[in-house]
């Protein structure tokens, strides 16, 4: 049986010619132009692999893949996009993707890859272990505190997670800037008072060097 994918692609004529090269070439294609479109299409149908671009009209192709993450589906996922900083690849790695392409691509290297993905073995694409510390336990993108859900935003859970890998060590600020969208002194501050605040976790900050979580007795 053709494996099924969805290319969520606002771009027409991009969309159009992907998904006849990748018919052509024995897959099943079904195409969505918006965010809301391609969050229609996971709902009522099943696919083998995702390929999302990150400028959509009405919104990100890092925060749908955010969501159905968030939403347990484990769906492998490809990123095209002409953004090419860095910090845009991380956030697409970071939100769940397996793979990044920047336009403009040759399909054959699309194809490639997503033989790729395809023929990966299941182990390679299963949920990363939870992490825990004390009675905090993260798991993907979900945090828990005595077993009950935490609503942390995105910066406050990376700023979480990197304490928590780094426990009993100092986690210089300029590492924790790294994870925020606008890092200043004082919004980095914020951050973590409001972290303090829901986890109930002493977070020491190291005067002119970081922050520090002991490590556990």
């Known amino acids: 049986m053709a494996k099924k994918i969805l290319l969520v692609e606002d771009d027409e004529v991009l969309a159009s010619s992907l998904s006849k090269y990748l018919e052509v070439n024995g897959f099943k294609v079904d195409v969505a132009k918006s965010y809301y479109e391609a969050a229609d299409k996971t ?12 400028n959509l009209k009405d919104g990100s192709g890092i925060e749908l893949l955010e969501d159905l993450r968030f939403a347990e589906d484990k769906t492998p996922t490809i990123f095209i996009s002409a953004l090419r900083d860095t910090k845009t690849v991380v956030k697409g790695f ?11 691509f040759d399909p054959e290297e699309l194809l490639v890859r997503i033989k790729l993905r395809l023929n990966s073995k299941p182990s390679a694409m299963q949920e990363e272990p939870s992490i825990k510390y004390k009675d905090i336990e993260i798991k993907g993108k979900t945090v828990y505190k005595n077993g009950k859900v935490l609503e942390l935003g995105e910066v406050q859970l990376n700023i979480l997670k990197t304490l928590i890998e780094n426990k009993g060590k100092i ?47």
């Open 43 to 54: 709902y009522e149908n099943k696919y083998d692999l995702y390929i999302f671009d990150i």
């Open 94 to 104: 970071n939100a769940g993707a397996e793979d990044y392409i920047k336009k403009p």
């Open 171 to 217: 986690v210089p600020k300029e590492k924790l800037y790294d994870l925020m969208q606008h890092p200043t002194p004082l919004a980095l501050r914020v951050a973590i008072s409001k972290l303090k605040k829901k986890t109930g976790l002493d977070i020491k900050s190291v005067r002119g060097l970081g922050y520090l979580l002991e490590d556990e007795d």
